[in-house]
């Protein structure tokens, strides 16, 4: 038999599982959106820079992925099979832009330093992390419009296109790409040293920031009519407006703390932000995994299986926390330049 | 192609892409750790030259590893989602553990491979040691998730439901410990002989390079001994398999009459229609002998079963019996490879011996490829044996050719760069200016 608790707890985790991987992972994407878009007298050396923040980190960052996957599909079987059945396309699409993302930055790292093959697997590189943000977020669009859901007539359109080709997904979409790139930005700043490549960061997150609301509002926009649930739970309920004068609150001091140079506080803010956001999305959906009909109850797993992964979960976490924590201290210590680079800087 | 046959190809060409980077991922760093412990023992620049080849190989391979398994935990749903809301609530736990694996795996990678200037010496081989241990992990539990399709344990059949959920007694069944145990050799056996064969190809040209000699010397003693185990450890899957997965066993053997006294066929190729097999050197008794220790048991065949439930035999007996032989002869290889080091005589210098493992190079991927046909499609047409068909597993969504083949081609194409990649910046000799380019005594070699 489901429990109504421990099902909670588990979508709650899953949630937690889904934020880590866009707060880290979703940094890496959105370097790869600003390889791409690296321009100005110092191109080389900002590409130089996003890609020595990346490269130790992104395959452990990745894995929240797999973790919300495998929590999903323990736990949530029902919900798994069903978005894996209607969203297969955007799924699909979005695992070979992270197919591709993943091996085009590696054969970048270890390709000869000719400059035609770099150039060659960074765009690569750059193309596919657009790729994935944008096909996450139309699956998570398609996901709160509450129209994953699976018809056995109609044809191949209808039941397998029109749930997430929408425009109120595709906002979402370039909702996230946004989200994505402000996070990298934001953090750029504090990987380098050079004042001159911080400003460009900065500059970048400045505009990032703003892409942020501006594709907030055009998803808003069209949530009346694109996810009509979201809309009410976002507008609706009691916890909304406190919840809306802190996202609104965080977004602001973000561009502040950019504005005034105090990266640190950017960094901050830009995290609670994005935990805001997923937060308020969770929060409208509950208490579906997939709206309109699917709550987590009728969705969760026996059990024995819910209390077994909390405490696989948990016991995980004392080992893995300190070991995280052991990376980002051994690379985020301090600017991730090249030990070259730094002793002949000083 | 029908949709569930393209979905079945998707499957099998997305896992036999992975296992060959999982592989590497678990026994690459064994490789580089030893190699990392004789630098700090001996302070031999070579030792620490190939640590750190070998750990790029390691990155290059780890990366495509990574991103391949992603793609299978989400084919897991997008082909299968019938057989994910039946099973996943019982085989989600290997899968969460090999979650954390990864994770342990991942974070080690990146200490490991960006942290040689940045943390001492024993905290980096250390690191090393965690990437080593973690990889061989993240392998068990999948491979426990397999175990279960074979022999499903630790639930009760409702209504076409799993209820009484047990996950423990899931990962807890018959097959579990010889599959993850058999999968685990392979690994150090595929990898180890792959890198052997590699330098002693080398060798023959260049018979003096220490680099290449350190990195044969290195590769035999982790694949060696898990080459002469090989075999002992197959013959016992075989006997689990007899016991559990009867009409497996027989597709293997391509047996089709019940009976005493069953003969081991070599060779031939069955004939699923007329039941016969073309061609084989029958050894009396023999499948009697090795199934069940017993020259006169009796062996049940596929006239046991409804020919609704054979898989397709021919392809089955053929990828046995090319794993047996594969592993035979790198058996044989490692236990060559013993004398002459019972002899005291250098392998590196021994040219039969060189030729003969330059030709095992791709033999342990081949046999864990062939390993691989023999338990999913010996499974066939069961998803989870005697309860889920793959028939009725399947994604209602049509079409599924296009995902296939646009798969297939994404692989070739990371394929072929892998390849490349690793033959420049991996195998190729160094250049003299890499490393001091001295031979060594063979002497200090063993020491
Ligand atoms: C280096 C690779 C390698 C080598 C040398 C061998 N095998 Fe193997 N074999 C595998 C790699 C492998 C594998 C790919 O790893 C499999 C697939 C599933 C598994 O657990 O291991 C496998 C499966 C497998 C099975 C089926 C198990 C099942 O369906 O659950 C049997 C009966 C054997 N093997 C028997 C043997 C024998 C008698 C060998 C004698 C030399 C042998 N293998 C050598
Ligand atoms: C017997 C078969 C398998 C073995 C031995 C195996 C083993 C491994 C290993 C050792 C890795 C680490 C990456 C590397 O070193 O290249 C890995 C990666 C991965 N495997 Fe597999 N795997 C197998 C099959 C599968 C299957 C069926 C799935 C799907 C559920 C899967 C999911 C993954 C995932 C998600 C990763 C990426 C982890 C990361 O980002 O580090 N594997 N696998
Ligand atoms: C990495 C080594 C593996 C290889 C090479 C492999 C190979 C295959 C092949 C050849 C098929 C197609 C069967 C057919 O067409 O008759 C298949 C199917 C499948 N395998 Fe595996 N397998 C591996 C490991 C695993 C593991 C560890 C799992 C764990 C869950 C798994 C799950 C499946 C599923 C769900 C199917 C689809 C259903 C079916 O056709 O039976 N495989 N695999």
């Given at each position: 038999m489901p429990d109504p608790t421990?099902?909670?707890?588990?979508?709650?985790?899953?949630?937690?599982?889904?934020?880590?991987?866009?707060?880290?992972?979703?940094?890496?994407?959105?370097?790869?959106?600003?390889?791409?878009?690296?321009?100005?007298?110092?191109?080389?050396?900002?590409?130089?820079?996003?890609?020595?923040?990346?490269?130790?980190?992104?395959?452990?960052?990745h894995v929240w992925l797999i973790l919300a996957v495998v929590l999903l599909f323990t736990c949530f079987p029902a919900a798994f099979a069903r978005l894996c059945i209607v969203l297969h396309i955007?799924?699909?699409?979005?695992?070979?832009?992270?197919?591709?993302?993943?091996?085009?930055?590696?054969?970048?790292?270890?390709?000869?330093?000719?400059?035609?093959?770099?150039?060659?697997?960074?765009?690569?590189?750059?193309?596919?992390?657009?790729?994935?943000?944008?096909l996450l977020g139309i699956s998570i669009g398609a996901l709160v419009s509450g129209r994953v859901v699976e018809l056995d007539h109609g044809d191949f359109v209808a039941r397998f296109v029109d749930p997430?080709?929408?425009?109120?997904?595709?906002?979402?979409?370039?909702?996230?790409?946004?989200?994505?790139?402000?996070?990298?930005?934001?953090?750029?700043?504090?990987e380098t040293t050079d004042p001159e490549l911080v400003e460009d960061f900065r500059r970048r997150a400045l505009l990032a920031g703003v892409s942020v609301f501006a594709t907030a509002f055009f998803a808003l926009v069209l949530?009346?009519?694109?996810?009509?649930?979201?809309?009410?739970?976002?507008?609706?309920?009691?916890?909304?407006?406190?919840?809306?004068v802190l996202t609104g609150l965080a977004a602001i001091g973000v561009l502040a703390a950019l504005w005034l140079r105090i990266y640190r506080l950017a960094r901050l803010a830009v995290g609670v932000q994005v935990l805001c956001i997923i937060g308020g999305w969770a929060l409208s959906q509950y208490p579906y995994v997939i709206p309109p009909d699917l709550t987590i109850e009728a969705a969760a797993a026996p059990r024995a299986t819910l209390r077994l992964t909390i405490i696989v979960l948990l016991a995980g976490a004392v080992v893995l926390l300190p070991s995280l924590i052991y990376l980002f201290r051994v690379f985020k210590s301090g600017p991730a330049d090249r030990p070259e680079q730094r002793a002949q800087g000083g | 192609m029908s949709d569930l046959l393209a979905a079945r190809s998707q499957m099998a060409m997305s896992l036999g892409f992975h296992i060959l980077f999982a592989v590497?991922?678990?026994?690459?760093?064994?490789?580089?750790?030893?190699?990392?412990?004789?630098?700090?023992?001996?302070?031999?620049?070579?030792?620490?030259?190939?640590?750190?080849?070998w750990s790029k190989g390691a990155a290059i391979l780890f990366a495509v590893g990574a991103v391949s398994g992603t793609v299978l935990s989400f084919e897991l749903g997008l082909l299968w989602p019938g057989f994910m809301k039946f099973a996943g609530p019982v085989i989600g736990m290997p899968f969460s553990l090999e979650g954390f694996a990864f994770f342990t795996e991942a974070i080690f990678l990146g200490v490991y491979l960006y942290g040689w200037e940045r943390i001492s010496r024993r905290a980096h081989l250390l690191a090393g040691v965690m990437v080593a241990v973690s990889g061989a992990a993240?392998?068990?539990?999948?491979?426990?998730?397999?175990?279960?399709?074979?022999?499903?344990?630790?639930?009760?059949?409702?209504?076409?439901?799993?209820?009484?959920?047990?996950?423990?007694?899931?990962?807890?069944?018959?097959?579990?410990?010889?599959?993850?145990?058999?999968?685990?050799?392979?690994?150090?056996?595929?990898?180890?002989?792959?890198?052997?064969?590699?330098?002693?190809?080398?060798?023959?040209?260049?018979?003096?390079?220490?680099?290449?000699?350190?990195?044969?010397?290195?590769?035999?003693?982790?694949?060696?001994?898990?080459?002469?185990?090989?075999?002992?450890?197959?013959?016992?899957?075989?006997?689990?398999?007899?016991?559990?997965?009867?009409?497996?066993?027989?597709?293997?053997?391509?047996?089709?009459?019940?009976?005493?006294?069953?003969?081991?066929?070599?060779?031939?190729?069955?004939?699923?229609?007329?039941?016969?097999?073309?061609?084989?050197?029958?050894?009396?008794?023999?499948?009697?002998?090795?199934?069940?220790?017993?020259?006169?048991?009796?062996?049940?065949?596929?006239?046991?079963?409804?020919?609704?439930?054979?898989?397709?035999?021919?392809?089955?007996?053929?990828?046995?019996?090319?794993?047996v032989a594969l592993g035979t002869y790198i058996a044989l290889i490692a236990l060559w490879g013993a004398w002459l080091a019972f002899r005291r005589q250098d392998h590196a210098s021994h040219r039969w011996f060189l030729r003969a493992l330059a030709l095992a190079t791709p033999m342990g991927f081949i046999a864990i490829e062939a390993g691989w046909t023999v338990t999913e499609v010996g499974r066939q047409p069961w998803v989870v044996y005697g309860i889920l068909r793959t028939a009725d597993a399947v994604t209602p969504m049509p079409g599924l050719i296009v995902p296939f083949l646009g798969f297939t081609l994404l692989y070739c194409f990371l394929g072929v760069i892998v390849v490349w990649l690793l033959y420049h910046q991996i195998i190729r000799s160094p250049r003299p200016t890499e490393w001091s380019r001295r031979y060594s005594p063979v002497r200090a070699d063993r020491a």
């Open positions: 421990l099902a909670n707890i588990v979508a709650l985790l899953l949630t937690a599982a889904l934020a880590a991987y866009v707060l880290f992972a979703g940094a890496d994407f959105g370097g790869g959106v600003w390889d791409l878009l690296a321009s100005g007298p110092r191109k080389a050396r900002q590409r130089e820079v996003i890609a020595h923040s990346i490269a130790p980190i992104w395959e452990a960052n955007p799924l699909s699409l979005m695992l070979v832009g992270i197919v591709l993302r993943g091996s085009a930055f590696v054969f970048r790292s270890y390709d000869t330093a000719e400059d035609r093959a770099q150039r060659r697997w960074g765009r690569l590189f750059a193309i596919a992390s657009l790729l994935t943000p944008l997430w080709f929408t425009p109120f997904s595709i906002a979402v979409g370039l909702l996230t790409l946004a989200v994505f790139a402000l996070l990298a930005a934001v953090f750029l700043t504090l949530a009346p009519g694109g996810a009509p649930l979201l809309h009410q739970g976002l507008l609706a309920s009691t916890w909304a407006m406190p919840f809306h | 590497v991922g678990i026994g690459l760093p064994a490789l580089m750790v030893v190699a990392e412990r004789r630098w700090q023992k001996t302070g031999d620049p070579v030792y620490l030259e190939l640590a750190k080849r993240s392998g068990i539990f999948v491979v426990i998730a397999n175990a279960w399709m074979n022999s499903p344990t630790g639930f009760d059949l409702v209504d076409g439901a799993a209820v009484n959920v047990d996950p423990i007694a899931g990962m807890l069944n018959p097959m579990a410990f010889q599959q993850t145990l058999h999968m685990t050799l392979a690994a150090y056996v595929a990898t180890g002989f792959a890198v052997a064969g590699i330098h002693a190809f080398l060798l023959l040209f260049d018979p003096e390079n220490a680099f290449h000699r350190r990195a044969l010397a290195i590769a035999l003693l982790v694949g060696a001994p898990a080459a002469v185990l090989q075999p002992l450890s197959g013959h016992h899957s075989a006997q689990v398999v007899a016991e559990y997965q009867p009409a497996k066993l027989a597709s293997m053997e391509a047996h089709f009459e019940t009976g005493p006294r069953a003969p081991l066929l070599l060779g031939g190729w069955p004939d699923m229609d007329a039941k016969v097999v073309h061609y084989a050197v029958p050894i009396p008794g023999g499948l009697s002998f090795l199934a069940f220790n017993d020259p006169d048991a009796v062996v049940k065949g596929l006239d046991r079963f409804p020919r609704r439930d054979w898989p397709y035999v021919p392809a089955i007996h053929f990828s046995f019996q090319l794993m």
